[in-house]
T-cell receptor
Framework: EDQVTQSPEALRLQEGESSSLNCSYT??????LFWYRQDPGKGPEFLFT???AGEEKEKERLKATLTKKESFLHITAPKPEDSATYLC????????????????FGQGTILTVHP | DGGITQSPKYLFRKEGQNVTLSCEQN?????MYWYRQDPGQGLRLIYY???????QKGDIAEGYSVSREKKESFPLTVTSAQKNPTAFYLC?????????????FGPGTRLTVL
């Protein structure tokens, strides 16, 4: 069974204080690992897709990295507007080597950035 | 503007009633999905559909039903058999061609049972 565990559950930072969020996963065969941002009462907003170990992607103050067992979302010099819940999800290859698209989500990390 | 719309934003249901949540997309995506989100838990898959007139159960399909009569639409019915329906419901869609299969989400419907 595919599993995703995110840590910490909640993270409080001062504006400008860089940090990282962790996403540990177990999956039979990884097709992709996804990061989303979710604001309260809204749907998740897509951030990144990572496909293979060693891959990195950046967007503004965010940088996502991937190893064979975990992914990190690095936040550099965060601002209060970066406050949100960050969700990690994995998509597995099925037995035939293709994917029907199912995502398995972690429980999320609630990030609060204080001015 | 292309995107996914869900309606209503808030929905209140009395015990024993069936209610239907709407999901429409104009992205020309092949696949559509319904997830349920509860506080402190990850999103859980209810149903998904890859083509018109076909759909499959996800991890928590009991008490729910869906239809896919049009590519653009994937309504979810929460039946009276669903024992704990109060939750935030999210619809998503994705292309099933090419190397990427990113799911894009709608704004969600919050269902409360009175």
């Amino acid at each position: 069974e595919d599993q995703v565990t995110q840590s910490p559950e909640a993270l409080r930072l001062q504006e400008g204080e860089s940090s990282s969020l962790n996403c540990s996963y177990t999956v039979s065969g990884l097709r992709g690992l996804f990061w989303y941002r979710q604001d309260p009462g809204k749907g998740p907003e897509f951030l990144f897709t990572l496909y293979s170990a060693g891959e990195e992607k950046e967007k503004e103050r965010l940088k996502a990295t991937l190893t064979k067992k975990e992914s990190f979302l690095h936040i550099t010099a965060p601002k209060p507007e970066d406050s949100a819940t960050y969700l990690c999800a994995v998509q597995a290859l099925n037995a035939g080597g293709t994917s029907y698209g199912k995502l398995t989500f972690g429980q999320g990390t609630i990030l609060t950035v204080h001015p | 503007d292309g995107g996914i719309t869900q309606s209503p934003k808030y929905l209140f249901r009395k015990e024993g009633q069936n209610v239907t949540l709407s999901c429409e997309q104009n992205l020309n995506h092949d696949a559509m999905y319904w997830y349920r989100q509860d506080p402190g838990q990850g999103l859980r898959l209810i149903y998904y559909s890859q083509i018109v007139n076909d759909f499959q159960k996800g991890d928590i399909a009991e008490g729910y039903s869906v239809s896919r009569e049009k590519k653009e639409s994937f309504p979810l019915t929460v039946t009276s058999a669903q024992k704990n329906p109060t939750a935030f419901y999210l619809c998503a869609s994705s292309i099933l061609r090419g190397s990427t299969d990113t799911q894009y989400f709608g704004p969600g419907t919050r269902l409360t049972v009175l």
